[in-house]
């Protein structure tokens, strides 16, 4: 299999476990809805943005730390996000859960895990570079990291402008 698709599972797997762990908290933590859940809070586009491309660059720019950073943020990032599922299938119907997240979902997560494959891609070539003892062209894999990373850049904003203004009507579609 080719290692760019790879590193794609591997993000994905470390987010899905993540999110894995972060629903079974989310399910033995005694928060009541009212303490975390407060209706009408807006969110504005380019605060959302601005979190989740400081979230990807982490993400993204740690992997030349042998990875250990975008490991750890790829699980914490999945946590996060599972246990949000979990505290909020207290306060709201499946449908509304799934409008809350699908709409902007489909394209921040994604966007999570392509950063999670750059961030990953590092590891990988110290790992062929030392076995195979074979010479890195890491210029070239920077220019490419940074295109791949440009695509990232462009889906977080596109799914920050659906979170802020199409979420929240697809939401009150479903209540």
Avoid: C
């Avoid at 303490?35 to 992997?63: D, F, H």
């Avoid at 975008?70 to 914490?76: G, K």
């Avoid at 499946?94 to 994604?110: K, N, V």
Wanted: no cysteine.
């Amino acid at each position: 299999m080719e290692t760019r698709k790879k590193r794609l599972i591997q993000s994905g797997i470390l987010f899905s476990l993540g999110m894995f762990l972060g629903i079974l908290l989310g399910n033995y933590v005694n928060i009541t809805p009212k303490q975390y859940y407060r209706p009408g809070q807006g969110a504005v586009w380019y605060n959302l943005a601005l979190n989740n491309m400081g979230a990807a660059l982490l993400i993204a720019g740690t992997g030349f730390l042998f990875s250990i950073p975008t490991i750890i943020m790829l699980l914490f990032n999945g946590l996060m996000i599972g246990f949000i599922i979990a505290l909020s299938a207290a306060v709201h119907s499946f449908p509304t859960l799934l409008a809350g997240l699908l709409p902007h979902g489909i394209l921040e997560i994604p966007a999570l895990l392509l950063a999670g494959a750059i961030g990953l891609r590092p590891l990988g070539l110290f790992a062929r570079a030392v076995k195979q003892r074979e010479k890195i062209p890491w210029g070239k894999e920077a220019r490419q990291s940074a295109a791949l990373f440009a695509v990232v850049m462009v889906m977080l904003i596109a799914a920050s402008l659906i979170e802020a203004h199409i979420t929240p009507v697809i939401m009150d579609w479903t209540r």
